[in-house]
């Protein structure tokens, strides 16, 4: 089989490579995941607005850029606050980015009152949106492949620290886990739910798998402390619910530097986890441990490729993998792929290549190509 | 043990209440305010730099110490001729771009540079170029500090120069630039004069630059 582009394998389809990995099982190769919002968009030259306001323009973006790129998973609108508004925060939609929210909601203990935390997917806000796009793009995969779905979808759920954190504003936040751990426990209780409604009615639209994520709770946020005793337990609770109710795999991404607490991250039970600018081996190595302490099931992992971080993480050790995607050679970005598949795969992992956090916008097409490019050349299982 | 290292103590511990009762308590023992400041105060919220730099306190540690540290100085500031820094004081305008509303990092920043004898004016997050451009015009800087934690409003900062060269700004005011998604390559690639990866690294950077 050869590996350059357009050379589309029709032995496994992206659903059983992707849906393989998640298990911790082999098919032909490494799949590729990059999280494809700018890709996709910026393939049929619309900002995110246009998408957002055409739900049908965004599916559309989504067939065409991985029908282009050839990348192995496909998303909903993730990453946004659809449930954070249906809540009561106000949000505001940039010209070409998700939405940020305007102020934060809550402010005391009485605005929690004000707020609305039960919610229904299905009528409130903009949730039936999201709910509008995952069904829609997962009719219309089953179009294209003639009848059968052979690229998958993936979902997003924030995990309750960043809902909290989203509510209160992120320097709030941080005083609240500092002054009341109390405050910080009973709203990440609330802000669960609502996340949990909606990966659950995604689920039943028609999403495969999904990720969850957490950039609050880093090394360089808040200790190890807080994260051990207030926000890991909240990440794992809402890990293993989304298990409970769909059974979907899921892959957690700790966005940032969670070097100090990875052994951590990984007892909150996700199947696999979408790593941020660390070192792979070290990442990889914590991994390996805590599963044969029986603490964690890691089966895989996601990311890693292009930090767009310090080059160091010690202050002293360089990090061989330190190229941006939108700024990196292609012959950088298939070294960095070939070392993040190799630490990965040797140790027992299945590897799912992607870029480190949020997939850049502008990246040149010859990049986005070069990832898919080194798990062909570098991802083959014999 | 001396009310100076209390001071600096409870600033390093984020204990405002007890922050504001030592400053208080010194004044009225008769210890100049610049004393207090500068041997209590600033000291307490550079050994907080210090303990984030070694991995031994966050963010939200970082911010009590602020919050302790604001509320001291709310104290002194009436006491004190020619306003907390002085009138020489190298001056800074701090903002995060437009379009990104997170200014924790780049408030941190201004915590830091203040702590280092800078006259500090902080604009928060989300801030339209036109207002950075009237603060640059308004308080005359010597650095005026970008953030950007997202990708996509990275490159407002070229924006934000070149608006500066069009009101022939650009070189009464030295350009600091940091965030996520910042590193050196994009300072030099856009045309700023130092980077910083975060509010610890900004001090040495901007001291340097002035």
Known sequence: MSYYMY?????????????????????????????????????????????????????????????????????????????????????????????????????????????????????????????????????ALIKRGKGKQRVPIMTWGSCPSRTAACLTGFKQWFLILARDPDWALELMELAMDGWLRMVIAAWEEGADCVWVNDPVSAGDC???????????????????????????????????????????????????????????????????????????????????????????????????????????????????CRIVIQTVEEAGFRSILGPNCWETPRTPYVNRDTMVYAARKHGQYK | MSILDDIRKSVYSGEDVRAVELVEAALQEGLDPHDILD????????????????????????????????????????????????????????ATVEGDVHDIGVELVGVMLESAGFNVRFLGGNVPTEDIIEAVKDFKPHILGLSTLLSNTMYVVPKILERLKEEKLRTTVKIMVGGAPIRQEFCEEVGADGYAYDAVEAVPVAKKLV
């Open chain 2, 39 to 94: 041997n209590a105060l600033l000291k307490g919220i550079q050994d907080c730099g210090k303990a984030y730099e070694e991995g031994v306190m966050w963010i939200p540690e970082l911010l009590l110490a602020s919050e302790a540290m604001k509320a001291s100085i709310n104290i002194l500031k009436p006491r004190m001729v020619g306003g907390i820094t002085g009138e020489n004081a190298p001056r800074a305008v701090l």
């Open chain 1, 222 to 336: 808040i200790s190890r402390k807080h994260y051990e005793t207030l926000t890991q337990p909240f990440q794992r609770k809402f890990i293993e619910a989304i298990r409970y109710h769909t059974g979907m795999r899921i892959l957690m991404h700790p966005c940032g530097n969670w070097h100090d607490r990875m052994d951590l991250v990984y007892q909150n039970q996700a199947d696999g986890y979408f790593l941020g600018p660390m070192d792979i081996k070290m990442c990889v190595d914590r991994a390996v441990e805590t599963n044969a302490a029986g603490l964690s099931r890691v089966k895989c992992i996601s990311g890693n490729v292009g930090a767009a971080t310090k080059s160091t993480t010690d202050g002293v050790t360089p990090l061989p993998y330190t190229t941006t995607m939108d700024k990196g050679t292609p012959a950088q970005i298939e070294e960095e």
């Open chain 1, 7 to 139: 050379d589309n394998t029709t032995e496994v389809t992206p659903m059983e490579r992707m849906m393989a990995a998640l298990n911790g099982e082999k098919r032909d190769r490494v799949p590729v995941h990059i999280y494809p919002r700018w890709s996709s968009l910026e393939y049929l030259g619309v900002t995110f607005r246009q998408a957002w306001e055409n739900p049908d323009l965004y599916v559309k973006a989504q067939i065409l850029a991985q029908e282009r790129f050839q990348y192995d998973c496909t998303i909903d609108y993730d990453m946004m606050g659809p449930v954070e508004e249906a809540i009561g925060a106000k949000l505001k939609y940039p010209e070409n980015d998700v939405p940020q929210i305007a102020e934060p909601f809550i402010k005391t203990k009485d605005d929690m009152k004000t707020a609305r935390w039960k919610l229904d997917p299905r009528k409130d806000g903009n949730m039936p949106k999201v709910l509008y796009v995952v069904r829609t793009l997962k009719d």
